[in-house]
Nanobody, 129 residues
């Protein structure tokens, strides 16, 4: 069982940056595709970004349209973590952010549900105006 731990959220003013991270000590995260999703109170979960797994250290990333250019997902295989660099944050980015890992291809990670894969406990991101 892969236990993911999300961290790095916080409170930031609009225009600021945060870098949540996701890690595990029970698996090699590089062998899983990993995505970030977010959920604001009273709303459905929304896909944010995903990064592929790779046997050759060549990774692909996908982003939700509204996050392109502002968010960057990346891996640190030495630390066994996946991070989400979030720049130019807006109040509407306020949500609980969750990472998830699964063995599927990156193309289907945006359709991952809470019944699939392995999920972290979430980290709160709050952007003040």
């Amino acid at each position: 069982h892969v236990q993911l731990v999300d961290s790095g959220g916080g409170l930031v003013q609009a225009g600021g940056s945060l870098r949540p991270s996701c890690g595990t000590s029970r698996a090699t995260l590089g062998t899983y595709a990993v995505c970030w999703s977010r959920q604001a109170p009273g709303t459905e979960g929304v896909f944010v970004a995903a990064i592929s797994w790779s046997a050759r250290n060549i990774y692909y990333a996908e982003y939700a349209e509204s996050m392109k250019g502002r968010f960057t997902i990346s891996r640190d295989n030495a630390k066994n973590t996946v991070s989400l660099q979030m720049n130019s944050l807006k109040p509407e980015d306020t949500a609980m952010y969750y990472c998830a890992a699964d063995a599927r291809s990156i193309a289907t990670m945006r359709f991952l549900t809470y019944d699939d894969g392995y999920w972290g406990q979430g980290t709160q991101v709050t952007v003040s105006s």
